[in-house]
């Protein structure tokens, strides 16, 4: 079976009675899209105003390339406010919770890097063992350390980790 927006090959992954179609393409718009709805939403980042409609408007007129493209949406700040539904008001808006979402916690920075079952008990339990460092967890993963130490970690979630951090993309979020 074929991807519908993108048309390439999909997986069926099998979660007890559960079967979800998946497609591996990261190129793909779909995948894109919900990767930027999952770092702005209320369990990651909480970029209150990012809406699904709003991403698609900003990822079509090219401003939207990354996920550090969102903190530089003022660059746009002009063009934006003559979108409509925009005004001045509804920009301020957006912007500020943009600048709230900076000063985030250890956790929901980790679950917006979405990391393959990394929610937030997992995330909390990150944030404990390397007290909310960010810095520490990464220097964690690239001495080799076994997060199957940590408590519910198993091979499962260690292997998650380091598969994400194998990807020079998210390295650099």
């Given at each position: 079976?074929?991807?519908?927006?993108?048309?390439?090959?999909?997986?069926?992954?099998?979660?007890?009675?559960?079967?979800?179609?998946?497609?591996?393409?990261?190129?793909?718009?779909?995948?894109?899209?919900?990767?930027?709805?999952?770092?702005?939403?209320?369990?990651?980042?909480?970029?209150?105003?990012?809406?699904?409609?709003?991403?698609?408007?900003?990822?079509?007129?090219?401003?939207?390339?990354?996920?550090?493209?969102i903190y530089r949406?003022?660059?746009?700040?002009?063009?934006?406010?003559?979108?409509?539904?925009?005004?001045?008001?509804?920009?301020?808006?957006?912007?500020?919770?943009?600048?709230?979402?900076?000063?985030?916690?250890?956790?929901?920075?980790?679950?917006?890097?979405?990391?393959?079952?990394?929610?937030?008990?997992?995330?909390?339990?990150?944030?404990?063992?390397?007290?909310?460092?960010?810095?520490?967890?990464?220097?964690?993963?690239?001495?080799?350390?076994?997060?199957?130490?940590?408590n519910d970690f198993?091979?499962?979630?260690?292997?998650?980790?380091?598969?994400?951090?194998?990807?020079?993309?998210?390295?650099?979020?």
């Amino acid at each position: 079976m074929k991807c519908p927006c993108c048309g390439q090959p999909t997986r069926i992954d099998i979660s007890g009675a559960a079967e979800t179609l998946h497609c591996d393409n990261s190129g793909c718009d779909m995948q894109i899209l919900r990767n930027y709805v999952h770092f702005v939403g209320k369990k990651a980042m909480d970029i209150e105003g990012l809406s699904v409609a709003t991403l698609i408007r900003f990822i079509n007129k090219g401003w939207l390339n990354s996920f550090t493209d969102i903190y530089r949406l003022d660059r746009y700040t002009q063009e934006i406010t003559a979108l409509s539904g925009f005004g001045e008001k509804s920009w301020q808006r957006l912007w500020d919770a943009i600048q709230r979402s900076r000063n985030t916690t250890f956790e929901r920075f980790v679950v917006a890097m979405d990391i393959s079952m990394i929610g937030r008990t997992a995330s909390r339990e990150l944030g404990r063992y390397f007290n909310g460092n960010l810095e520490a967890f990464e220097t964690a993963v690239i001495d080799g350390f076994d997060f199957t130490r940590l408590n519910d970690f198993g091979e499962v979630l260690n292997r998650n980790i380091y598969d994400w951090f194998a990807s020079e993309d998210n390295r650099k979020l």
